[in-house]
């Protein structure tokens, strides 16, 4: 019986897809909070990871959001718009991993130089449409489903639960390279063997072929593929979050929280108009009509966070608690 069937535009009334679903939300929650209260989360995390109503732990599990009569956001902000472009940072990641998702995720740059994908760093301004038209784009269609969740997630955050040594089934290790699997897996391209047996790739110094001047950056990090059982746990992380990253494409809010949590993947800073570089936001501030017409709460919530501004921590990312 599916009494939502033809109205659920995600798994079309499928109760058990459901409850997978709200088990890896459960887990993710569980993680999320790692830093601020690791007793609780251990515990979410294993109660999520045992329920025996599932996991999204399967690609044909993986939830997806139709956009029925209307066109997928990212097609219009992109191809019919012409507004957005792919970023600096994960094309410098996958062109240094020789990483073939790019193909999936990416339309072809008409910049030219050595890479058919061609990113933009964040903060540019004063860039008009014309400076940035050959840059790729996300590559959607008008009519793709809109992804939510995937089984990818799920074995990526049991490789940190693992590592963290909390019960989830399996080592660290093999959740890594389940997650990088799925993923292949999902956006249909093979390699992955390869991929994960690649102990030497790092993530490639960024050229910008219109601005090389003031855009050209060096990534901060050297962190391969292959898993490596003798390095730090701090090593290890950074290897997850960053595959979780990749694999993840294109959750840009979820990509924001991981990295506010862990600091990984090591993104480019942001720009500003005198060509410096400006750390990633932790916060948005309250915008002044919440002083205006919420002032006592708005009061109450900015003594609790200590300041009101893009720099201050949210209470999740705070490992000094």
């Excluded at 690791?38 to 990871?49: D, F, G, H, M």
């Excluded at 790019?102 to 339309?107: E, G, L, N, P, R």
């Excluded at 969740?149 to 049991?158: I, P, V, W």
């Excluded at 708005?298 to 966070?305: H, P, R, T, W």
């Amino acid at each position: 019986l599916k009494p939502l069937e033809g109205y659920d535009p995600v798994y079309n009334g499928d109760y058990n897809k459901w409850m997978r679903f709200a088990n890896s939300l459960k887990l993710r929650l569980a993680v999320r909070i790692s830093n601020v209260s690791p007793e609780l989360a251990r515990t979410k995390a294993e109660e999520a990871v045992k329920s025996t109503r599932g996991l999204i732990d399967t690609n044909d599990n993986n939830a997806y959001v139709g956009v029925g009569a209307e066109p997928n956001p990212l097609w219009l902000v992109a191809s019919s718009w012409g507004e957005i472009r792919i970023n600096a940072t994960i094309a410098s990641y996958m062109k240094g991993y020789s990483d073939p998702r790019s193909a999936v995720y990416f339309t072809t740059s008409k910049l030219g130089g050595d890479s058919p994908y061609m990113g933009m760093r964040s903060g540019l301004e004063g860039v008009k449409p014309a400076t940035y038209s050959g840059y790729s784009m996300p590559n959607y269609e008008q009519k793709d489903d809109m992804l939510m969740f995937c089984a990818a997630e799920t074995a990526f955050l049991r490789a940190e639960g693992a590592l963290r040594g909390w019960d989830m089934g399996g080592s660290a290790r093999d959740f890594y390279e389940q997650g990088v699997k799925l993923s292949f897996d999902q956006r249909k391209v093979s390699g992955a063997d390869e991929y994960l047996a690649n102990a030497v790739a790092v993530p490639e110094p960024f050229v910008d072929p219109v601005n090389p001047a003031k855009c050209n950056y060096t990534p901060k990090t050297k962190i391969t593929i292959a898993w490596n059982e003798g390095a730090s746990t701090e090593e290890k992380l950074e290897r997850i979050i960053t595959q979780k990253w990749i694999a993840l494409w294109p959750l840009g809010q979820e990509a924001w929280s991981e990295y506010r949590r862990t600091g990984y993947p090591h993104f480019f800073p942001l720009m500003n108009g005198n060509g410096s570089n400006l750390p990633v936001a932790n916060r948005i501030p309250f915008p002044p009509s919440e002083y205006i017409r919420n002032a006592d709460n708005v009061k109450e919530a900015v003594q609790k966070l200590g300041a009101d501004n893009y720099e201050t921590k949210v209470w999740w990312q705070r490992k000094d608690k």
